[in-house]
């Protein structure tokens, strides 16, 4: 499934499983860790910066984001992605 992720719109294809997986009550860090490795290369074509302002349109405080390396980027983004595309599935 495809899903926008920020103003710069970045496209994401994360599966519909993946998405259920990284984005459920509780603690998700440890999914989206386990399937940070799917997804690495598709999120390295992204601008690191574009990413990081997509966290900090989501809520996530800039001076936090601002100090997070690429591999935490890279979790926040595949959490909240994912989530997005798990409400969509359940608002239709």
Same mark, same amino acid.
């Given at each position: 499934? +495809?899903? +926008?992720?920020? $103003? !710069?719109?970045?496209?994401?294809?994360?599966? =519909? /499983? %993946? *998405?259920?997986?990284? !984005?459920?009550?509780?603690?998700?860090?440890?999914?989206? =860790?386990?399937?940070?490795?799917?997804?690495?290369?598709?999120?390295? /074509? /992204? #601008?690191?910066? %574009?990413?990081?302002? &997509?966290?900090?349109?989501? &809520?996530?405080? !800039? $001076? =936090? @984001? /601002?100090?997070? %390396?690429?591999?935490? @980027?890279?979790? +926040? @983004?595949?959490?909240?992605? #994912?989530?997005?595309? @798990?409400?969509?599935?359940? *608002?239709?």
């Amino acid at each position: 499934m +495809y899903t +926008y992720f920020g $103003e !710069s719109c970045i496209e994401l294809n994360i599966t =519909r /499983k %993946d *998405a259920e997986s990284m !984005s459920h009550k509780g603690d998700c860090e440890q999914d989206v =860790r386990a399937l940070l490795p799917k997804y690495r290369n598709q999120l390295r /074509k /992204k #601008s690191l910066n %574009d990413l990081r302002d &997509g966290i900090i349109e989501c &809520g996530i405080e !800039s $001076e =936090r @984001v /601002k100090e997070m %390396d690429e591999e935490e @980027v890279f979790i +926040y @983004v595949l959490w909240i992605a #994912s989530g997005d595309i @798990v409400e969509e599935i359940y *608002a239709r």
